[in-house]
């Protein structure tokens, strides 16, 4: 059967994830299904029973859901996953979930053979609550009849280019052998908690030539 995988390498660790229409692309501002939708980076708090009933928005709002749901991704019950979420606001704090899809979390590690095979970079930006630097990004993709064909995405330290100050970080991309027939949007996110320093630069090498961008974690 033909499929179309990626996966995040999280601290030297590969997670393969296969693409499923459990939700929306990317953000909606036109004026389609989600447009009317809040749509916000996200962790969300997942009960025994795998339901998520509490949400902490990157915006720093703490959210009930009014209804509690659940999606095919939630495989641990009592714990917390990174997501993209679209709601509509209710009063009271509360909010209606009408979609949410995974955000892979990666954390910066080490690795002496660093693939950098090109990649789109859509933007870059660090949340209001200063917890995450986010990364909305666009892979070249394609089915494939090759189980061992996976994209794997990951954020390696550049020790020879950081300091106690500055810590320059390299995104990891192996095409993985798939081909780059079209393109998909994926949505990654990195622990500021994983960042000693104050500021930092993530480089990509992107279809365009090599992208920088430098973040403060404060401001």
């Not at 059967?1 to 459990?22: D, E, H, P, Q, R």
């Not at 949400?55 to 641990?76: M, R, Y």
Request: proline share 2%; charged share 25%.
């Amino acid at each position: 059967m033909k499929k179309t995988c990626f996966g995040f390498l999280l601290a030297g660790i590969v997670v393969t994830l296969c693409s499923t229409a459990c939700s929306v692309d990317a953000y909606d501002k036109g004026e389609g299904e989600y447009s009317l939708l809040t749509a916000e980076m996200a962790d969300v708090t997942v009960g025994s029973d795998k339901y998520v009933k509490k949400v902490e928005t990157d915006e720093g709002e703490q959210l009930t859901l009014a209804n509690p749901v659940t999606v095919k991704w939630i495989e641990k019950g009592d714990t917390t996953y990174r997501t993209l979420l679209y709601y509509k606001k209710l009063s009271n704090g509360q909010a209606d979930a009408v979609s949410m899809r995974k955000v892979g979390v990666m954390k910066p590690g080490k690795q002496e053979n660093v693939k950098t095979d090109p990649i789109y970079v859509e933007s870059i930006w660090v949340g209001k609550n200063r917890k995450y630097v986010n990364m909305r990004l666009r892979l070249l993709t394609g089915a494939s009849e090759d189980e061992k064909a996976v994209q794997t995405l990951g954020i390696v330290r550049d020790i020879k280019a950081s300091s106690s100050n500055h810590e320059h970080l390299v995104l990891y991309h192996d095409q993985g052998g798939q081909p780059e027939y079209y393109s998909t949007t994926t949505f990654v996110s990195i622990p500021l908690s994983e960042i000693g320093a104050d500021t930092l630069t993530i480089t990509v090498n992107t279809y365009d030539g090599l992208y920088s961008k430098t973040l403060n974690k404060e401001q």
